[in-house]
């Protein structure tokens, strides 16, 4: 499974960005996929997941603000981010999780939110 990012950039606090994630492959063997962010000097963390069926869990911090969908006909997975904080700097990586629990990351793709 190959996994790539788009959307990231510069935006400024208060504005809205949408990631994309592009899978290709043996994406029928795909299960649970989501994104996960890793700020300079921390630790990859969860941002959302969401499973075939479109049930979703969300990091604290995303509540509210971010939005995870996912086109399984298409094979593509978005992030909606609304009301971005400079905290929420950092890079952004597509993940997903087989059903035979192989997981797979995306390049990652770069968010900057200015204040």
């Known amino acids: 499974v190959q996994l790539v990012e788009s959307g990231g950039g510069l935006v400024q606090a208060g504005g809205s960005l949408r990631l994309s994630c592009a899978a290709s492959?043996?994406?029928?063997?795909?299960?649970?996929m989501g994104w996960y962010r890793q700020a300079p000097g921390k630790q990859r963390d969860l941002v959302a997941v969401?499973?075939?069926?479109?049930?979703?869990n969300y990091a604290d911090f995303a509540k509210g603000r971010f939005t995870i969908s996912r086109d399984n006909g298409k094979n593509t997975m978005l992030l909606q981010m609304n009301s971005l904080k400079p905290e929420d700097t950092a890079v952004y990586y597509c993940h997903a999780r087989t059903y035979g629990l192989y997981m797979y990351w995306g390049q990652g793709t770069q968010v900057t939110v200015s204040s």
């Open positions: 492959g043996s994406t029928f063997s795909v299960d649970v």
């Open positions: 969401i499973t075939p069926g479109g049930a979703t």
